[in-house]
């Protein structure tokens, strides 16, 4: 059994609306081993962006507790380095080999001839080698979420967090990106949690998926397919996965639907 | 290119009729002087060193004035992101001091703090602050929440992400209130001078337009002038030099 990275206890969380306060997750455990690929997976607003920014340390928790390697997280911090929706997440005043000298030089204190190394190493895995010297609106929606993602593993986080990062893809950039991820991933061992609300890129990608339920978010039910990528995809077992998560997920709306 | 050789060609053509017109009726040199007579005055002022004095005392005192309202409203800003209060209070003032051209403000300034270098500082302050601050605090509120995150994500927090993440993200913002402030500020100068070469104060380019006007060195005057357009006309050039090589060249843009 591999060790665990990130543990996840009882966590809650709410915000405030002008009616009351809302509870957005409710007693979510989740453990998440080392060199694992995990997707959260559920309906819009059952609150698995904010379940990946309390981990993140972008929002508070109201309960419950998350520990990296054992210890508990608060701040926001590079060793659970995040990858963003938004295209415009790069600094645009940076040119892509910059935006990863600046993230390696703040964040882990790498400058120079190493740093110029370890760049070269990720843009060359992420298949930019020859776009250092661009900015980043020079580049196309799919490349400026490669070099997002490439500066995410430059820093070599423990965990790597991802935000629906292909939402505003297109379909075809979408999926290639998908397997790149795949590719990278096997490549690094990288331990990734990846939050998605399509059920094929849930299946493309996840070693485990996490399906939530919606308002307020728990666990509903957590799938280990026997294989991920498109093999599973053409698989009968990859077609009996969707429509299991297809129909706990329609469940859910409806279920929704009536509490409203 | 074409549009640059037209304007030029323009500038010239004018200025032939000027020269031309000036000569043919015999206008006198006390009203207009021709662009011949007006250029020769200029390689007068320049021999004896006075322009370059004027130019650079009006200078000094523009940009010592934006100096302290940049300084000024970035305190504001600072404040004003930091706190509801702050906001609320940066919102209040500039909707006071706005309205009011800085100018208004140098009788009180001479009350306060006499004829001299120290009044027209801070008129020329009170020109810049407001504006520059409301427009770095639209750019610190505008800062993109991926931008923030991603600056708290590296680690980065307090002074740092101010530094690393809001100042280069608000450059937009903050360009465009400098190049407010350089307005306000070259106007504000040259129109406190004039009021101070009537006090006889020694002075920049407006002191010197007001003493030629005395001395009916209509010549003089034109010189004090151009050289307003000139300097006026190399600070936009600055500006866009500035903007093409940072935001232009990175893609950004306010609003």
């Given at each position: 059994?591999?060790?665990?990275?990130l543990?996840?206890?009882?966590l809650?969380?709410?915000y405030?609306?002008?009616?009351?306060t809302?509870?957005?997750?409710e007693?979510?455990?989740?453990?998440?081993?080392?060199?694992e690929?995990?997707?959260?997976?559920?309906?819009?607003?059952?609150?698995k962006?904010?379940?990946?920014k309390?981990?993140?340390?972008?929002?508070p928790?109201?309960?419950?507790?998350?520990?990296?390697d054992?210890c508990?997280?608060a701040?926001?911090?590079?060793?659970?380095?995040?990858?963003?929706?938004?295209?415009?997440?790069?600094?645009?005043?940076?040119?892509?080999?910059?935006?990863?000298?600046?993230?390696?030089?703040?964040?882990r204190?790498?400058?120079g001839?190493?740093?110029r190394?370890?760049?070269?190493?990720?843009?060359?895995?992420?298949?930019?080698?020859?776009?250092?010297?661009?900015?980043?609106?020079?580049l196309?929606?799919?490349?400026k979420?490669?070099?997002?993602?490439?500066?995410?593993?430059?820093l070599q986080?423990?965990?790597?967090?991802m935000?629906e990062?292909?939402?505003?893809?297109?379909?075809?950039?979408?999926?290639?990106?998908?397997?790149?991820?795949?590719?990278?991933q096997?490549?690094t061992?990288?331990?990734?949690?990846?939050?998605?609300?399509s059920?094929?890129?849930a299946?493309?990608i996840?070693d485990?998926?996490?399906v939530?339920?919606?308002?307020p978010?728990?666990?509903?039910q957590?799938?280990?397919?026997?294989?991920?990528?498109?093999?599973?995809?053409e698989?009968?077992?990859?077609?009996?996965?969707?429509r299991?998560?297809r129909?706990?997920?329609e469940?859910?709306?409806?279920?929704?639907?009536?509490?409203? | 290119?074409?549009?640059?050789?037209?304007?030029?060609?323009?500038?010239a053509?004018?200025?032939?009729?000027?020269?031309?017109?000036?000569?043919a009726a015999?206008?006198?040199?006390?009203l207009?002087?021709?662009p011949?007579?007006v250029l020769?005055g200029?390689?007068e002022?320049?021999?004896?060193?006075?322009?370059?004095?004027?130019a650079g005392?009006?200078?000094r005192?523009?940009?010592g004035?934006?100096?302290?309202?940049?300084l000024?409203?970035?305190?504001?800003?600072?404040?004003?992101?930091?706190?509801?209060?702050?906001?609320?209070?940066?919102l209040?003032?500039t909707?006071?001091?706005?309205?009011?051209?800085?100018i208004?403000?140098?009788?009180?300034?001479?009350?306060?703090?006499?004829?001299?270098?120290r009044s027209l500082?801070?008129?020329i302050a009170?020109?810049?602050?407001w504006?520059?601050?409301?427009?770095m605090?639209?750019?610190?509120?505008?800062?993109?929440?991926?931008?923030?995150?991603?600056?708290q994500?590296?680690g980065?927090?307090?002074w740092?992400?101010?530094?690393?993440?809001?100042l280069?993200?608000?450059?937009?913002?903050?360009?465009?209130?400098?190049?407010i402030?350089?307005?306000?500020?070259?106007?504000?100068?040259?129109?406190?001078?004039?009021?101070f070469?009537?006090?006889?104060?020694?002075?920049?380019?407006g002191?010197?337009?007001?003493?030629?006007?005395y001395?009916?060195?209509?010549?003089g005057?034109?010189?004090?002038?151009?050289?307003?357009?000139?300097?006026?006309?190399?600070?936009?050039?600055?500006?866009?030099?500035?903007?093409n090589?940072?935001?232009?060249?990175?893609?950004?843009?306010?609003?």
């Open positions: 059994m591999r060790p665990v990275k543990q996840i206890r009882d809650t969380a709410t405030r609306t002008g009616q009351g809302v509870t957005a997750l007693g979510i455990n989740l453990d998440v081993y080392q060199g690929k995990v997707v959260i997976l559920g309906p819009s607003g059952c609150g962006s904010t379940l990946l309390i981990i993140a340390g972008f929002e928790a109201a309960g419950g507790s998350v520990r990296l054992g508990p997280v701040r926001p911090g590079p060793d659970r380095a995040f990858v963003f929706q938004e295209f415009d997440q790069l600094f645009p005043w940076y040119t892509v080999a910059g935006n990863l000298a600046f993230a390696l030089r703040v964040a204190g790498v400058t001839a190493e740093a190394r370890q760049i070269g190493e990720v843009l060359a895995l992420v298949g930019l080698s020859r776009w250092g010297d661009f900015y980043p609106h020079q196309s929606g799919g490349m979420m490669r070099v997002a993602i490439a500066r995410a593993l430059v986080p423990e965990v790597l967090l935000d990062p292909f939402a505003a893809l297109d379909a075809q950039s979408r999926s290639a990106l998908q397997a790149e991820v795949n590719r990278m096997a490549e061992q990288q331990t990734l949690l990846f939050v998605t609300h059920i094929e890129e299946l493309v996840g485990r998926i996490v939530l339920t919606a308002g978010g728990r666990v509903k957590i799938f280990q397919p026997t294989t991920t990528g498109l093999t599973l995809l698989r009968s077992e990859g077609a009996e996965l969707r299991l998560i129909q706990l997920l469940q859910e709306k409806t279920a929704e639907e009536k509490a409203s | 290119m074409r549009s640059g050789l037209n304007r030029l060609l323009i500038l053509l004018l200025l032939a009729l000027w020269e031309g017109y000036v000569r015999g206008v006198s040199p006390l207009v002087p021709a011949s007579r020769q200029f390689g002022y320049l021999r004896d060193g006075s322009l370059l004095r004027y005392q009006t200078l005192i523009v940009l004035g934006m100096g302290i309202g940049l000024v409203a970035f305190g504001l800003t600072a404040l004003a992101t930091a706190s509801r209060w702050g906001r609320d209070l940066l209040t003032l909707a006071i001091m706005n309205p009011l051209p800085a208004a403000l140098l009788p009180l300034a001479l009350l306060w703090l006499g004829i001299g270098t500082l801070f008129v009170n020109s810049v602050v504006a520059v601050a409301l427009n605090h639209t750019g610190f509120e505008t800062v993109p929440v991926a931008w923030k995150r991603a600056g994500n590296l980065l927090q307090g740092g992400l101010i530094r690393h993440v809001y280069p993200a608000a450059l937009p913002y903050i360009l465009t209130g400098l190049k402030a350089w307005s306000f500020g070259w106007r504000t100068v040259i129109a406190a001078e004039l009021v070469g009537a006090s006889g104060q020694a002075g920049g380019l002191w010197m337009i007001n003493v030629e006007r001395n009916l060195n209509t010549t005057v034109f010189c004090g002038l151009v050289t307003i357009i000139v300097m006026g006309l190399l600070a936009e050039f600055l500006f866009a030099a500035l903007e090589r940072t935001i232009r060249r990175w893609g950004m843009s306010a609003g």
